[in-house]
């Protein structure tokens, strides 16, 4: 599932398929991380998986949206980030959260790495329509 929350963020439809979208210099691109018709390799960044990128016409327009992800741990409403070796950060407001293994965060805060496919988590992912940033906004900021 932590995949899942690595696709938060901006997103954009074309041809029924969801990407993720990106500023980049005075434009906006699609971006995945499979060769894919109609999208042009990326330049190589060290240390980051291999991209492939389409650029945005000014004038396109295509239906966007935010992910977002939410959850529920063992009745504790937390907020989510993806962490790594299979795990999910969540970070709660809830004071019941010490008796539940958080730990301290900031205040009144805790964090606890949770397994993603932990039983006792559920993740709801909310995707929330948002106008195309490069149509809006004069630089294009959503």
């Known amino acids: 599932m932590t995949g899942a929350l690595e696709k938060r963020g901006l997103h954009a439809r074309w041809k029924g398929v969801d990407y993720r979208l990106e500023?980049?210099?005075?434009?906006?691109?699609?971006?995945t991380d499979r060769a894919t018709a109609g999208f042009e390799k990326a330049a190589f960044t060290k240390h980051a998986p291999e991209r492939f990128e389409r650029k945005i016409d000014p004038t396109e327009k295509l239906e966007c949206f935010r992910i977002s992800h939410a959850g529920v741990y063992r009745r504790i409403a937390v907020e989510l980030s993806p962490s790594n070796q299979g795990r999910v950060m969540a970070v709660t407001k809830d004071p019941r959260a010490p008796e539940n293994g958080f730990d301290s965060f900031e205040r009144d805060a805790w964090v606890k790495l949770i397994p993603a496919d932990d039983r006792d988590l559920r993740i709801t992912e909310t995707r929330t329509p948002v106008p195309a940033p490069w149509l809006t906004a004069p630089g294009g900021r959503p």
């Open 23 to 31: 500023r980049k210099g005075s434009g906006w691109v699609l971006q």
